[in-house]
């Protein structure tokens, strides 16, 4: 189940899902097909690839527009995911193309890391090349140190003489 929630209204031009989706189901999945068209893909391939039976949608908003923290189901929506993509017109042929592409794209470059990421406002992927520390938290750093200081004192430990001195 994929969840999708209802945010910033008045500037993606999207659609109050708390007013028509009872209605006009289909009006808020055409909406929400132009505006997150990625991401359904995403989800629908997904789906394809797990060999899922079904898809279920589920349309999330906040309890109160300003608690980031309350939210409720509005509703869900559910699709075999075959029937989905041929809906959105999702082809997998090209899929596995699109993967290939990128593939070969990520082969012809040095060695070193990367950022894959899909450009929100153009049908564009960019790959961004970025130094090779990024994205690592100080957390994995703390953690590799403190278990490189509890190996080297179990050493010390180990090396002191019936005094303890070293």
């Given at each position: ?70 939210h409720v ?68 750093d703390d ?11 179990d050493d ?11």
């Amino acid at each position: 189940m994929f969840f999708k929630s209802n945010l910033s209204l008045q500037f993606s031009g999207g659609v109050d899902w708390r007013s028509r989706l009872d209605t006009q189901r289909g009006a808020v999945l055409a909406t929400e097909l132009k505006n997150n068209s990625c991401k359904l893909a995403k989800w629908t391939v997904s789906a394809l690839l797990a060999g899922s039976d079904q898809i279920k949608f589920g349309y999330v908003s906040r309890l109160h527009q300003k608690d980031t923290a309350k939210h409720v189901l509005l509703g869900t929506q559910q699709f075999k995911p075959v029937e989905f993509a041929s809906q959105i017109n999702l082809n997998m042929d090209n899929a596995w193309g699109i993967l290939r592409c990128i593939v070969d794209t990520c082969m012809k470059l040095k060695e070193g890391k990367y950022l894959i990421m899909k450009d929100p406002n153009k049908p564009v992927v960019r790959i961004y090349d970025i130094p090779d520390h990024t994205f690592e938290s100080d957390e994995d750093d703390d953690e590799e140190d403190s278990d490189d200081d509890d190996d080297s004192d179990d050493d010390d430990d180990s090396s002191t003489d019936d005094e303890g001195e070293k």
